[in-house]
């Protein structure tokens, strides 16, 4: 469960940079999106915010599911500002696709 | 004035942040080990075994230890065994009467002689044959209880750093204007800029681990920081605020008279567990132990709430009877218990230690990419003068001395723990030494030459040190990688994988800093960007 | 980035720099060259600062005893509860002593709450 709420708070960071222009002009560069497009990133990043933090409450109860979700964004966060994109950015939408569905397999299994 | 406060507010968060950042590194940096301080006493004990047997047949071995031993102590304190911590580690405390004064020559141990202590393994029932260490422990009282100073000064110095500190994080959140915009924003290779970038990113992404760390800290102590509430309230009887305050069980009255043979603890610890439907037990203290109206206490695991207070059940030790459950607590005594449990984490399992850590790991480097920055921003200002001044040559100097240096004292102290002779007298103490040996090492070299190139040499020392652990591990001991990996004793392998880890990226850090060049001038980029252009008919005088 | 000026020391410079320094003038009284002294930028940050660190935890500590006696509730609760919000009043006192305008607020505003929070506090039995 936690790695699910793991991959669901790193696409939901992603989904936020996204609704930055400064980040959209760092992958996309002229192909930047658009304001309105911008928003519909920033209301999925906040869904899938969402949706990790009640997956980590569920999971590990009112005292405990906070803590654990303030700490998988910690390591979202730092995943993507120091490592993916400054240096490896093209990896970060095949990630924020994929480990969500590998902690689903996991917490699956 | 305009800007009047964040500026005022940035100066703040610059001189909370580098007066202490120092011990705050050395502080961070052993809290942070803390969180691993069993697996780190257990890989610098590798001859302890792992726990075979039962908590049940532990807490007889337990008990029979404590009869033949402490047979007639006031009270008995037990931890049993865990997957985390494979020993058994129990307390008592001697009727006033055992006490004897301090044979001449003799150290004094500490109480008096009051209290005993003794590490059981729970597969022989008797006491603990290893190489005498202080191990993890070492780490966990450092960042409160320091070293070579009184104890009590050192938790007063420690105070007043997470005071500062305290201060520094909400200064730096208010001076940070554009917090949610640059909460990505790492830009690389850009030298201040970039030192700007990391400190503001790894202190933002742990922002609530940050705040809940420094504040939480405080709050364990706040009882030696701050007694005039109890004296003001409790004028005449101190005693009663700790029973009313910190919950937990009344005292047992007197010993009766006569002896009385106990139940077996089995029967005790079952009856907990079944009042407790399942949860398992993590301890217990026994009062008067062998008189008729023995007790015992029996206290619930860790793991199931954030507060340190963990329920507990008391019980008559010669029938058994359920005597009461551990109080309800009022809600300052409850909140206080969860800052405390948050500090501590025991509450953690093995995923969630991990996210502490990490987080405890990003403090780190947010303390020393401020001293850092600071050194990066103040450097320009000498540039004109050709000399450094003082303060920034102080500066540099802490910094390697710490930044680099400290994870140099890190390493060695495991290396003192494999190289160490085992019949060494006073072993435990020489380990120490050998740390605060090799970091004062590292502080003179610095104090001597801070420029980059002792970063590079400090920093590829540490990382030699770090990375090459599991190698000495394995020259040394019977408990390396190629042994635990395939016996799935994923605490010690753990432990040589992180180091590793660590070596590497220090050897990473050592590696950019060997290959550091000093940024171009405004007139030198201009003339490369005109170069790379193709260059135009009239050469460029150039102005350097 | 290490400037930093009040709103008093800056009038206090400019005082300086109109001051006359001629030499008929070099026997200037005591007083005048103290006040000189004591303008300086940094008797500023001096002041401050132990407003900030004593001032601060002497605020802190009658926070303590105030809430332990005037809060409502059992004796052990408010005494913890004193403890707890002191830690949060001392950091606060830090950021006013050094955002208020001048020194002189610095210090009026942490020692005033101390000095009333004391006499409530010794109304209710506190320091008898």
Same mark, same amino acid.
């Given at each position: 469960?936690?790695?699910?709420?793991?991959?669901?708070?790193?696409?939901?960071?992603?989904?936020?940079?996204?609704?930055?222009?400064?980040?959209?002009?760092?992958?996309?560069?002229?192909?930047?999106?658009?304001?309105?497009?911008?928003?519909?990133?920033?209301?999925?990043?906040?869904?899938?915010?969402?949706?990790?933090?009640?997956?980590?409450?569920?999971?590990?109860?009112?005292?405990?599911?906070?803590?654990?979700?303030?700490?998988?964004?910690?390591?979202?966060?730092?995943?993507?500002?120091?490592?993916?994109?400054?240096?490896?950015?093209?990896?970060?939408?095949?990630?924020?696709?994929?480990?969500?569905?590998?902690?689903?397999?996991?917490?699956?299994? | 004035?305009?800007?009047?406060?964040?500026?005022?507010?940035?100066?703040?968060?610059?001189?909370?942040?580098?007066?202490?950042?120092?011990?705050?590194?050395?502080?961070?940096?052993?809290?942070?080990?803390?969180?691993?301080?069993?697996?780190?006493?257990?890989?610098?004990?590798?001859?302890?075994?792992?726990?075979?047997?039962?908590?049940?047949?532990?807490?007889?071995?337990?008990?029979?230890?404590?009869?033949?031993?402490?047979?007639?102590?006031?009270?008995?304190?037990?931890?049993?065994?865990?997957?985390?911590?494979?020993?058994?580690?129990?307390?008592?405390?001697?009727?006033?009467?055992?006490?004897?004064?301090?044979?001449?020559?003799?150290?004094?141990?500490?109480?008096?002689?009051?209290?005993?202590?003794?590490?059981?393994?729970?597969?022989?029932?008797?006491?603990?044959?290893?190489?005498?260490?202080?191990?993890?422990?070492?780490?966990?009282?450092?960042?409160?209880?320091?070293?070579?100073?009184?104890?009590?000064?050192?938790?007063?110095?420690?105070?007043?750093?997470?005071?500062?500190?305290?201060?520094?994080?909400?200064?730096?959140?208010?001076?940070?204007?554009?917090?949610?915009?640059?909460?990505?924003?790492?830009?690389?290779?850009?030298?201040?800029?970039?030192?700007?970038?990391?400190?503001?990113?790894?202190?933002?992404?742990?922002?609530?681990?940050?705040?809940?760390?420094?504040?939480?800290?405080?709050?364990?102590?706040?009882?030696?920081?701050?007694?005039?509430?109890?004296?003001?309230?409790?004028?005449?009887?101190?005693?009663?605020?700790?029973?009313?305050?910190?919950?937990?069980?009344?005292?047992?009255?007197?010993?009766?008279?006569?002896?009385?043979?106990?139940?077996?603890?089995?029967?005790?610890?079952?009856?907990?567990?079944?009042?407790?439907?399942?949860?398992?037990?993590?301890?217990?203290?026994?009062?008067?132990?062998?008189?008729?109206?023995?007790?015992?206490?029996?206290?619930?695991?860790?793991?199931?709430?954030?507060?340190?207070?963990?329920?507990?059940?008391?019980?008559?030790?010669?029938?058994?009877?359920?005597?009461?459950?551990?109080?309800?607590?009022?809600?300052?005594?409850?909140?206080?218990?969860?800052?405390?449990?948050?500090?501590?984490?025991?509450?953690?399992?093995?995923?969630?230690?991990?996210?502490?850590?990490?987080?405890?790991?990003?403090?780190?480097?947010?303390?020393?990419?401020?001293?850092?920055?600071?050194?990066?921003?103040?450097?320009?200002?000498?540039?004109?003068?050709?000399?450094?001044?003082?303060?920034?040559?102080?500066?540099?100097?802490?910094?390697?001395?710490?930044?680099?240096?400290?994870?140099?004292?890190?390493?060695?102290?495991?290396?003192?723990?494999?190289?160490?002779?085992?019949?060494?007298?006073?072993?435990?103490?020489?380990?120490?030494?050998?740390?605060?040996?090799?970091?004062?090492?590292?502080?003179?070299?610095?104090?001597?030459?801070?420029?980059?190139?002792?970063?590079?040499?400090?920093?590829?020392?540490?990382?030699?040190?770090?990375?090459?652990?599991?190698?000495?591990?394995?020259?040394?001991?019977?408990?390396?990688?190629?042994?635990?990996?395939?016996?799935?004793?994923?605490?010690?392998?753990?432990?040589?994988?992180?180091?590793?880890?660590?070596?590497?990226?220090?050897?990473?850090?050592?590696?950019?800093?060997?290959?550091?060049?000093?940024?171009?001038?405004?007139?030198?980029?201009?003339?490369?960007?005109?170069?790379?252009?193709?260059?135009?008919?009239?050469?460029?005088?150039?102005?350097? | 980035?290490?400037?930093?000026?009040?709103?008093?020391?800056?009038?206090?410079?400019?005082?300086?720099?109109?001051?006359?320094?001629?030499?008929?003038?070099?026997?200037?009284?005591?007083?005048?060259?103290?006040?000189?002294?004591?303008?300086?930028?940094?008797?500023?940050?001096?002041?401050?600062?132990?407003?900030?660190?004593?001032?601060?935890?002497?605020?802190?500590?009658?926070?303590?005893?105030?809430?332990?006696?005037?809060?409502?509730?059992?004796?052990?609760?408010?005494?913890?509860? #004193?403890? %707890? &919000?002191?830690? =949060? $009043?001392? !950091?606060?006192? *830090?950021?006013?002593?050094? @955002?208020?305008?001048?020194?002189?607020?610095?210090?009026? #505003?942490? %020692? &005033?709450?101390? =000095? $009333?929070? !004391?006499?409530? *506090?010794?109304?209710?039995? @506190?320091?008898?």
């Amino acid at each position: 469960m936690m790695l699910l709420a793991l991959g669901l708070s790193f696409s939901a960071f992603t989904a936020l940079s996204l609704a930055m222009e400064k980040h959209q002009l760092d992958l996309h560069g002229k192909q930047a999106a658009p304001v309105s497009r911008r928003r519909q990133w920033s209301g999925l990043g906040w869904v899938l915010l969402g949706a990790a933090f009640g997956l980590s409450v569920v999971d590990h109860g009112w005292a405990m599911g906070p803590v654990l979700w303030l700490g998988t964004m910690t390591i979202a966060g730092l995943l993507l500002a120091f490592g993916l994109y400054p240096w490896k950015p093209r990896w970060i939408a095949p990630l924020a696709l994929a480990l969500p569905a590998l902690g689903l397999v996991a917490a699956l299994v | 004035m305009k800007n009047g406060f964040r500026q005022s507010m940035a100066w703040l968060h610059t001189w909370t942040g580098l007066l202490v950042g120092w011990l705050l590194l050395l502080i961070f940096m052993a809290g942070t080990a803390s969180y691993y301080r069993e697996e780190i006493s257990r890989w610098m004990r590798p001859e302890l075994p792992a726990t075979t047997v039962s908590t049940d047949v532990a807490a007889e071995r337990a008990v029979h230890y404590l009869q033949e031993h402490a047979g007639h102590a006031e009270t008995w304190f037990v931890t049993l065994p865990d997957p985390r911590n494979p020993a058994m580690r129990m307390f008592w405390r001697n009727p006033e009467s055992m006490v004897k004064p301090p044979v001449e020559g003799e150290r004094r141990r500490r109480g008096g002689g009051r209290f005993g202590d003794a590490t059981v393994d729970p597969n022989t029932g008797d006491k603990l044959e290893a190489r005498e260490t202080r191990g993890g422990e070492f780490f966990y009282r450092l960042h409160f209880d320091l070293h070579y100073i009184p104890v009590l000064w050192a938790r007063y110095l420690v105070g007043f750093c997470a005071m500062f500190m305290l201060v520094a994080i909400i200064t730096g959140v208010i001076t940070h204007k554009k917090i949610f915009k640059d909460f990505f924003t790492f830009r690389k290779d850009k030298g201040l800029r970039s030192w700007l970038d990391f400190h503001n990113v790894s202190a933002v992404m742990a922002l609530p681990y940050h705040a809940m760390i420094t504040y939480t800290g405080i709050v364990t102590l706040m009882v030696m920081y701050l007694p005039w509430g109890i004296k003001a309230a409790y004028p005449t009887d101190e005693d009663a605020f700790f029973s009313e305050a910190f919950g937990g069980m009344p005292e047992v009255s007197a010993p009766a008279e006569g002896r009385a043979a106990p139940l077996p603890i089995q029967q005790l610890l079952d009856s907990a567990r079944t009042h407790w439907k399942g949860v398992d037990v993590s301890g217990f203290s026994v009062a008067h132990p062998g008189a008729a109206n023995a007790v015992i206490d029996i206290r619930q695991r860790d793991g199931r709430r954030l507060s340190v207070d963990t329920p507990a059940l008391r019980y008559d030790m010669v029938t058994g009877t359920l005597l009461m459950e551990s109080p309800a607590s009022g809600a300052a005594t409850a909140t206080r218990g969860v800052m405390y449990g948050l500090h501590l984490a025991r509450f953690a399992d093995w995923g969630l230690r991990a996210l502490f850590f990490l987080s405890g790991l990003t403090g780190c480097l947010m303390v020393a990419s401020g001293v850092v920055l600071w050194a990066v921003k103040e450097r320009p200002k000498h540039a004109k003068s050709g000399r450094i001044g003082f303060g920034l040559r102080l500066v540099d100097a802490l910094n390697i001395g710490a930044v680099a240096g400290l994870p140099i004292a890190f390493a060695s102290y495991f290396w003192g723990n494999r190289l160490l002779p085992l019949q060494l007298p006073e072993r435990a103490d020489a380990e120490v030494s050998v740390f605060f040996y090799a970091w004062g090492a590292a502080l003179l070299a610095a104090f001597i030459w801070p420029k980059r190139l002792m970063w590079t040499w400090q920093l590829y020392l540490g990382a030699a040190l770090f990375a090459l652990l599991p190698l000495l591990n394995a020259l040394t001991t019977h408990a390396h990688l190629g042994v635990t990996i395939p016996a799935g004793d994923w605490i010690l392998a753990g432990f040589d994988l992180v180091m590793l880890a660590f070596g590497a990226m220090l050897a990473m850090c050592g590696w950019r800093m060997q290959r550091w060049t000093p940024p171009l001038s405004a007139a030198e980029k201009k003339k490369r960007a005109a170069a790379a252009a193709g260059g135009s008919a009239v050469p460029i005088e150039a102005k350097a | 980035m290490a400037t930093f000026s009040t709103g008093s020391d800056a009038i206090n410079r400019n005082c300086r720099i109109t001051v006359d320094r001629s030499p008929s003038t070099a026997n200037t009284t005591a007083n005048t060259r103290l006040a000189t002294f004591f303008a300086r930028p940094g008797w500023g940050v001096f002041s401050r600062s132990m407003a900030a660190i004593f001032g601060g935890y002497a605020l802190a500590a009658v926070t303590s005893v105030f809430c332990a006696l005037a809060l409502p509730g059992a004796r052990g609760q408010t005494v913890l509860t #004193g403890m %707890l &919000l002191a830690i =949060v $009043v001392c !950091a606060c006192a *830090a950021l006013w002593a050094f @955002a208020t305008r001048t020194a002189l607020r610095a210090w009026i #505003g942490i %020692l &005033l709450p101390t =000095v $009333v929070m !004391a006499a409530v *506090a010794r109304a209710l039995g @506190a320091w008898a």
